[in-house]
């Protein structure tokens, strides 16, 4: 494993705006083609509270229902090559996460770990598809854990070069499994979820969103509302106007609980150790 960097000062500003630049062109092609997205997690709570970036924030979120989502893929080309391309297992053969992300053209993003992976790197926005969810509570706790287990086959990859004793063993053993496997798993899923559907939805490739604040009622803690993701507003960000949902409150208390409520020193440390970075030419 390589040694792990942090980002300076100004290489922290720069990747801020960096990713700003690919939110920027996102929306105008989601805008274009009347596609909804929102800005979510702690970008939203950055627009809430700081109108931009949390300042020790580095990366950028954007959730999308799943019939969205598939239209946005279908207009992926619309994007400027010059400024980011769009990242998934279909775009990229080696790619091995359940999201997609935009990927900033001309970059390296290297993160500690995961330097064997064979995928694309690049500086990147997180790009999330809302899936439906059973109505069910026990429906929901066992698509957790089947969806539990399909993201670990595609994690194994990574961690069967970071583990040690038992849990390498384990992980190697798991990245036999083809990470086919884990992909059609979650396309069973997304293939029955639609934007009219009553169901609530969550990324089934990323622990449920719920799970994060503990006080949720457990009925809640696996998916949220649809209309989190179809009421929209629009919120400056840094000087760019871009969309989030209306009921900001009711999502950042799901999420954070009390979101006003700054962490401290501990909380604010940056996200992911890299091991290589380079930014788009100036």
Not at 86 to 110: A, C, I, M, N, S
Request: proline share 5%; net charge neutral.
């Amino acid at each position: 494993m390589s040694r792990a960097k942090e980002l300076s000062a100004d290489q922290f500003r720069r990747m801020q705006l960096t990713e700003l630049d690919m939110l920027v062109d996102f929306d105008r092609v989601c805008r274009k083609n009347g596609i909804s997205y929102v800005l979510f997690g702690g970008s939203l709570l950055g627009a809430v509270r700081h109108q931009g970036y949390i300042p020790w924030d580095d990366d950028a979120d954007i959730g999308m229902l799943r019939e969205d989502y598939e239209r946005f893929k279908a207009h992926m080309d619309e994007l400027d090559p010059a400024v980011c391309y769009f990242q998934d297992h279909d775009t990229d053969p080696e790619y091995r996460w359940g999201y997609g992300k935009l990927r900033r053209t001309g970059t390296k993003y290297v993160r500690v770990g995961q330097e064997h992976l064979k995928c694309k790197t690049g500086i990147f926005v997180d790009v999330f598809p809302l899936d439906d969810i059973p109505l069910s509570l026990p429906g929901q706790i066992l698509q957790d854990w089947h969806c539990f287990c399909l993201r670990k086959i595609l994690w194994s990859e990574v961690a069967r070069v970071n583990s040690r004793g038992f849990w390498k063993c384990w992980f190697t053993l798991l990245s036999k499994i083809p990470a086919s496997f884990a992909f059609a798993g979650y396309e069973r899923y997304a293939r029955k979820s639609r934007n009219s559907s009553p169901n609530r939805v969550r990324c089934l490739s990323f622990p449920a969103t719920g799970t994060l604040y503990k006080k949720n009622p457990i009925r809640e803690r696996y998916g949220m509302p649809k209309a989190w993701f179809t009421d929209r507003a629009e919120y400056s960000f840094e000087g760019k106007t871009f969309y989030s949902s209306r009921e900001y409150d009711t999502v950042l208390r799901y999420i954070y609980g009390d979101y006003w409520q700054l962490p401290d020193e501990k909380g604010r440390e940056q996200h992911s150790p890299f091991s290589e970075i380079e930014f788009p030419a100036e």
